[in-house]
């Protein structure tokens, strides 16, 4: 039945890239420089028919940046923070919200290419990526509104315990930002945006897939942001990254991705103690289906947190523990549900399974159920594994247990293990033993029974989902994970927490200080004393 499905396709042309995309500049020191060097090709997960051979499709290519490169994108943002003395750090807050503005405006006209990019670099569906795109829009909208409220709430002077004091948030100088390629948009954005509107400067290294589509939006930093603000890099972490960090220059290390990389990349800085994290790290988000639990709704919400995007979420649902009482009802719903997935192009109408952007994933998907299969485990849903190139149908495995591969490693991908169990005390000890903790879900119509689950697990994760797959959003809740989960808070208001310091300025109350601060708040000389209200 899913047989063929990729093949002999017509490309819609609204959608089709008909030259490849050559990102022949990069930006540097608010310059678009010209870029002579080598190039490095940029391939998507979808395969096309070329002189009677199938082949991954050829989208463009990026420049292939040196330590040379890397060195100098540093300096630039060194320079342009001057040690929290540059124009940027030092500007008035309604002037930072103006050049994010500007940016947003120029963004917003670059949508289509943005998200076409999105489906060919990450296979993800037209309408994720549409959601992608006009979330990180609104995002912007609303750090911008939450930093206005932040500026509103310290334009005034305290006194307390015979002191004036006025308490801000500072930046922290250099950010070095990486973002994770499920969502190379939003999530790279969402280290970004707060990074600069707290007035840090930053070297952003795009995601590992889902690079081309920052070419469009060049030239929107370029224009709205003062020189050596955002300088983009190009390149391999290990040539371009290694470098920035051991100079020690870095103030802050924001990366979505693995902890392995955040922990190499860390170590290189030799005064690890002025290094500020703000990471996004793996999880392992179980669900803990209880024998009373409303099953069409716990198959309905499992599916979603299981197989969105193909599964590739880090807050995706990746072990499901299933009580025995229930597990074989469960297994039968969730397989039907599973069936009715439409495999096929991101931009075909329904579709919800799409090719996989990571070299080697299909071959690791399938030694996840070999080695399931060797211990126990099958696979009950007829077409489970079904694969095609950069394809995989999602794989349902029953009945998983500890010493499985698939139990212990972040999959990532579109193998889902179900664990039945008897006592609850086994999925509680499961999350407690895990290196991970993010998020759970719960599914039960008892209070009683949640409110039991709930209070030991809200110390292990740090949501606990009711009836509901885990989720990130709505972006305004904290984001945020234990252990190897996660450093740092992310929202649209702790992100500009995590940016940014807390800074006062006080002066004992006399009557010479108090002269001197009416001066200062009358002919408002300073930019940071000041009682300006901005709406
Ligand atoms: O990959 C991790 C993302 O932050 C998940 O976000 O729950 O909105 O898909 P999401």
Redesign the pocket.
């Known amino acids: 039945m899913k047989k063929q499905i990729f093949r002999d396709q017509q490309i819609p042309e609204a959608f089709d890239i008909k030259t490849p995309i050559v990102q022949s500049h990069y930006l540097i020191d608010g310059e678009l420089r010209p870029w002579t060097g080598k190039m490095t090709q940029i391939v998507s997960p979808i395969f096309v028919e070329e002189n009677g051979k199938r082949v991954k499709k050829l989208l463009g290519s990026v420049p292939d940046m040196s330590e040379k490169e890397a060195l100098e994108a540093l300096e630039k943002a060194k320079a342009a923070y001057n040690l929290g003395r540059g124009l940027w750090p030092t500007m008035q807050v309604k002037d930072r919200i103006d050049c994010l503005l500007k940016f947003v405006e120029i963004m917003k006209t670059k949508r289509e290419e943005v998200v076409n990019l999105l489906m060919w670099e990450i296979g993800k569906t037209l309408g994720d990526s549409r959601k992608e795109f006009d979330r990180t829009i609104q995002y912007i909208y609303d750090t911008i509104e939450e930093y206005k409220e932040i500026d509103r709430s310290s334009a005034r002077i305290l006194l307390t315990e015979g002191v004036y004091a006025q308490i801000r948030r500072g930046p922290l100088g250099v950010v070095l930002c990486m973002g994770?390629y499920?969502?190379p948009l939003n999530?790279t954005f969402c280290l970004l945006i707060p990074a600069l509107i707290m007035g840090n400067t930053a070297i952003f290294k795009p995601a590992k897939h889902g690079i081309l589509l920052m070419s469009p939006l060049l030239e929107a930093f370029k224009e709205a942001f003062p020189k050596g603000v955002v300088n983009i890099l190009y390149g391999r972490g290990r040539v371009v990254s290694t470098p920035i960090m051991k100079t020690g220059d870095v103030d802050v290390l924001a990366l979505i991705g693995t902890s392995t990389a955040a922990n190499a990349l860390q170590t290189l800085h030799p005064k690890q103690n002025r290094l500020r994290l703000v990471l996004?790290l793996e999880a392992k988000n179980p669900a803990i289906v209880m024998p009373d639990a409303d099953l069409d709704l716990a198959v309905s919400e499992c599916v979603l947190g299981s197989l969105?995007f193909n599964g590739q979420?880090?807050?995706a649902l990746k072990l499901l523990f299933v009580h025995e009482a229930v597990v074989d009802a469960f297994n039968k719903k969730f397989v039907e549900k599973v069936n009715q997935l439409k495999g096929g192009l991101p931009w075909e109408e329904g579709v919800a399974l799409t090719p996989l952007p990571e070299p080697g994933k299909v071959e690791y998907l399938r030694s996840l159920v070999t080695d399931a299969e060797a211990k126990g485990a099958k696979v009950i849903n007829e077409d489970g594994g079904w694969e095609d190139e950069t394809f995989y149908f999602p794989a349902i495995l029953y009945p998983v247990h500890k010493d499985m591969k698939i139990y212990q490693e972040e999959q990532f991908g579109p193998v889902v293990p179900i664990i039945p169990f008897k006592d609850i005390e086994e999925p509680i000890n499961a999350v407690s033993e895990s290196n991970y903790g993010q998020q759970v879900s719960l599914f039960s119509t008892n209070s009683e029974i949640l409110a039991q689950l709930i209070d030991p697990l809200v110390n292990q994760v740090c949501r606990v989902n009711i009836n509901s797959q885990?989720?990130?959003?709505p972006d305004v809740y904290p984001?945020v994970g234990r252990k190897d989960s996660a450093v740092s808070t992310l929202s649209v208001n702790d992100a500009l927490r995590s940016f940014s310091i807390r800074t006062l300025v006080a002066a004992k109350d006399n009557p010479l200080n108090k002269e001197i601060l009416n001066e200062l708040l009358d002919k408002q000389t300073s930019n940071f004393l000041n009682t300006h209200y901005i709406l």
């Open positions: 994770p499920n969502y999530e996004g969105s979420r880090c807050t885990c989720q990130r959003g984001f």
